[in-house]
């Protein structure tokens, strides 16, 4: 299993990014997927999970009605969609994937990218 994350950057206040994870070495119907994020000093947190088989999702508060994930089967690639970003957004942020269930809880994934960073100046 490899996960590689990219789109992250530098994004004013109120803009907008996408990040993707490019997947290789499994099967997205059988693994839960998500995207996590970590800031300096704080454990990473969860920022929208997916189990795709079933479709089930779960987003974390604050991203809800800003952030969307999704997926291309034919590139084995899902992306972040990014809306309305705001400076607590800042972070690096890192795509996950683990066999089975949807969990929201990044310590039960077991693969992971190598993250990329996001920065939203006020």
């Known amino acids: 299993v490899q996960l590689v994350e990219s789109g992250g950057g530098l994004v004013q206040a109120g803009g907008s990014l996408r990040l993707s994870c490019a997947a290789s070495?499994?099967?997205?119907?059988?693994?839960?997927m998500g995207w996590f994020r970590q800031q300096p000093g704080k454990e990473r947190e969860t920022v929208v999970t997916i189990n795709w088989l079933s479709g089930t999702t779960y987003y974390e508060d604050s991203v809800k009605g800003r952030f969307t994930i999704s997926k291309d089967n034919t590139k084995k690639t899902m992306y972040l969609q990014m809306n309305n970003l705001n400076y607590e957004d800042t972070a690096v942020y890192y795509c996950a994937a683990r066999r089975g269930a949807i969990s929201s809880l990044p310590r039960e994934y077991e693969h992971w990218g190598q993250g990329t960073q996001v920065t939203v100046s006020s």
């Open positions: 070495g499994f099967s997205f119907s059988r693994y839960a």
